[in-house]
Structure formats: structure tokens, C-alpha cells
């Protein structure tokens, strides 16, 4: 994940959080779960930071979105508590796994503050940005 990749990503994902009139956190980090880009939007609340970051690590630490993950580590399934690891993780939907054209993982985005169906929607909005 370069910095010029990361920052269309997040021009992308402020455009369609505006179009939806929401405020969020967007996180972008490379393959190794390393920030590359964040932005924090006027009046987001403080926590989506955090959440942000997590959805975003999550994805590229188990290379799957986080609202996969959720399917493995809610209360029933067979991972529940996975959350818990790497410093802690993210088991609801707003972190989206990065590949490039090849299909290898070249980061994640997280997005964080409104509802978890428009984190994923703003996120895949701007990952889209990847392949445009």
C-alpha cells in the first residue's frame, strides 16, 4: 500500500461519507497492519478512532474482512474470543482486506462512526478506488 493508493482511498471514502451525511474515522493500513493514512471527520465521535484502526488490522491481520471474522468469533462459533488477540480486534463489519490487481493483500481500510452498513458501504466505496 503506497501513500498516494492510501490517500484516494480516503479522498473516496470522505466523498461518500458526505454524500450519506455521515461522520466517520477512516483508517488505512498496509499489509503488515501499519498505519499508512487516517482521517478523523469533524464532530466523529472519539471512540471510532480506536474502532477504526481495529476494523482496518483486523481485516489484514486475518486477511478477511472483520465482518467475516465476526462469523468466527461471535459467542457460538469456534474462534470466540479471537478478538482479544494482537492487541485487540474488531468482530463487526467496517474493515475491508486490500489486494491488488493479483489478489495479494496489500493492506486494509477501516471505517468507523456511523452504522456498521454504511462503514462497509464507505469502505468499499474506497477501496474501489484500488482498481479504478
Known amino acids: 500500500m503506497n501513500c498516494t493508493a492510501a490517500h484516494a482511498m ?3 471514502a470522505l466523498a461518500e461519507a458526505h454524500r450519506m451525511n455521515v ?7 498496509d499489509a503488515a497492519a501499519w498505519p499508512v493514512a487516517f ?8 471512540g471510532a478512532i480506536d474502532i477504526a484502526n481495529k476494523k482496518a488490522r483486523t481485516a489484514v491481520l486475518f486477511q478477511m474482512d472483520s465482518a467475516e471474522f465476526a462469523e ?14 494482537n492487541g485487540g480486534l474488531i468482530s463487526f ?3 475491508l482486506v486490500l489486494k491488488d490487481a493479483d489478489g495479494t493483500v496489500v493492506g486494509a481500510i477501516g471505517v468507523s462512526g ?3 452498513a454504511d462503514d ?13
Not at 39 to 46: A, H, K, Q, S, V
Open 10 to 12: 480516503l479522498n473516496a
Open 120 to 132: 462497509i458501504a464507505i469502505a468499499t466505496v474506497a477501496a474501489r478506488t484500488l482498481h479504478a
Open 72 to 85: 468466527i468469533a461471535h459467542p457460538n462459533a469456534h474462534a470466540y474470543t479471537l478478538e482479544n488477540t
Open 23 to 29: 461522520s466517520v474515522c477512516i483508517a488505512i493500513v
Open 93 to 95: 463489519g467496517g474493515g
Open 39 to 46: 482521517l478523523r471527520m469533524d464532530n466523529t465521535i472519539l
Open 114 to 116: 456511523a452504522s456498521t
